[in-house]
């Protein structure tokens, strides 16, 4: 009774995946975001970022409907060297907060394929890790999750995943534990490339 072939290694190579969040981290965005919400007749100053677009509107009496309406994906573009990133990399997935009409119509406006996209309507809350290591079929020590906010943080210490800071965000506060790049392509080392 032998087993016809031994087990053999998941994957060969040790590189691992790169998980991204998308707003404020691949996409420049704070100003898509807040202008939707300006035109909508909110003081810009009330605007926050990183949240549940739902939560937000909540927040702020709007509907999800009418924010959408008013979003304008053609004033986010990508950071300097993202676009060189994403397209270097075979292996990479989004997670991201975003509401899934924006946020897959920004994927397709780029041409970015990420292996895995979720978004806000997948988690049903706050995103989270596991899900979409599970679609990977992944490990938390073959990730980096590349974020921009305390929440990203968070969720990849919840997933026992190791966190990458978006150091070319302005708006990105580094933590003492922070792993922080100052330019997206030098998550390539990072990822052992
Ligand atoms: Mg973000």
């Known amino acids: 009774m032998s087993e016809e072939q031994g ?8 590189r691992k995946v790169a998980v991204c969040d998308l707003d404020g981290t691949l996409i420049d965005s704070d100003a898509a975001l807040a202008n939707a ?26 509907s999800v409907e009418d924010y959408l309406a008013a979003y304008d994906p053609t004033q986010a573009l990508p950071f300097a060297g993202v676009t060189e990133l ?9 997670c991201s907060n975003k509401h899934p009409h924006s946020g897959r119509a920004e994927l397709e406006r780029l041409q970015w394929h990420p292996e895995v996209a979720l978004f806000a309507d997948f988690f049903g809350g706050p995103k989270q890790l ?15 999750f590349l974020g921009d906010t ?7 210490s919840d997933a026992g995943v190791t966190f990458a800071l978006a150091g ?12 922080v790049l100052s330019h997206p392509l030098e998550l390539l080392e990072l990822l052992g490339e």
Do not use: M, Y
């Open 37 to 62: 919400f300006v035109a909508l007749g909110v003081d810009r100053e009330e605007i926050t970022f990183g949240h549940v677009l739902a939560d937000e509107c909540d927040r702020l009496g709007l």
């Open 130 to 144: 596991p899900p979409v290591l599970r679609l990977l079929g992944i490990a938390p020590d073959q990730v980096i």
């Open 168 to 179: 070319w965000n302005p708006r990105a506060t580094a933590h003492s534990s922070d792993i």
């Open 86 to 94: 994403v397209t270097s990399l075979d292996r990479w997935a989004v």
């Open 150 to 156: 305390a929440h990203d943080r968070r969720c990849a």
């Open 7 to 14: 087990s053999r290694p998941k994957s060969a190579t040790t």
